[in-house]
Every structure is written in C-alpha cells, then in structure tokens.
C-alpha cells in the first residue's frame, strides 16, 4: 500500500518592532533577537524542499530564509493574518488599557466576542484550511517550512488536534515558536492530520 506523506514546519514569525502588537498582521520589521529566535528554531528541523510563507509583513523575512538555505520560496496571501478591525494597529499593552474588558471576552470566547470591523473567526478558519489545502495537494510528499503569524499557527494547529475556534487560546504560540504537522494520505480514510512535536521561545 503506497501511503503520501507531507510534514509541515509551522514557524511562527518572531518578535518584531517596535513591539508587542495583538495583531501580527502589520508589516513590522524583525527584532535582532526575533531574528535569532527563529533562525535558531529553523536550524533544529531543515532541510525542506520548500518554504510558504503569508504576504503580511513576512516575506522579507522568508526571503532570507529561504535564501540562508537556498530553497525555492512561495507567498500565499491565503496564510495571511486575521484581521482584527480596530485592535490591528495596537500594542497588546495598549489594548489591554483601553478595552481590557473586550480583550478578556475575545479570549475567552473568540467566536462572539469580536473587535469592531474584524474579520470572523470562522471566515478566517475557512481561508486558512483552503490554502492549507492548496498547498498539500501542490506539494504532496514535501517537507515544506510554513512561516506565518500566531492566528494562522493556532488555527491549524487546532484544526489538527480536533479543537474547536471557541478553544483557539487554550495553548500557547510563542514567537519562534515551532509545531511541526505529519499529514498523511491514506488511500481508504484520506488526509489524516498528526501533531508531532509543539516547541517555542517566550
């Protein structure tokens, strides 16, 4: 029985300039030590065949992976992070100062308690699960290094425990932080998706 098998590296983009955002999406360029964080994280799992990356500020930074390790680099704005409308341009000290009570209720309850003007959580479940689709049925059998925002890593990641949206903040994902994903074609069952490991830097 012939089985395909993917893994994917989901690399959380590192801390970035000039701070803490709650949002990543912004195209904030990287700290020093964000920089370190996730070349030190990569260098525990290359090589891979290709790396993916979202469009929302994080291209430059894939670019120079990509470059570091001489693999052919794809941007799919698939991958991009939510939007969270009003909450996109603040620092996560900020919020918690201004709307400290909506914080606490978008945490403990993601699905209803939304920002003003942001995108859904479901909207963005299902744009992220059609390029993660996309990109396992282009590259089936590959080793590929996903570089993306928290959101993004968190939806697939719970997408692959069985979680549901309202649970998309009962784990951790730090900067740099690592979760690498086997995917597996079964010709009877289909895609079967398994968490191996979860790693990261605080």
Known sequence: MIVDQTIVDILRYGRAVPGHRFADSLNDPLKAIGWRHMRGASRTVAPWNRVVSSSDGISETAERLAREYRLPLVVDDGFDEIDL???????????????????????TAPVTALPPG??????????????WQRMLAEYNGEHLLLLCHGGVQRVLVANALGRPLEQLFAFQTPYAGLS???VVDMPESGLTTQLLFQSGVH
């Open 85 to 107: 409308g009003l909450w996109s341009e603040l620092e996560i000290e900020e919020l918690m100062a201004l709307d400290d009570q909506r914080l606490t209720a978008f945490q």
């Open 118 to 131: 942001a995108e859904t959580l479901p909207d963005f479940q299902t744009r992220i699960l059609t390029a």
């Open 180 to 182: 690498r994903l086997n």
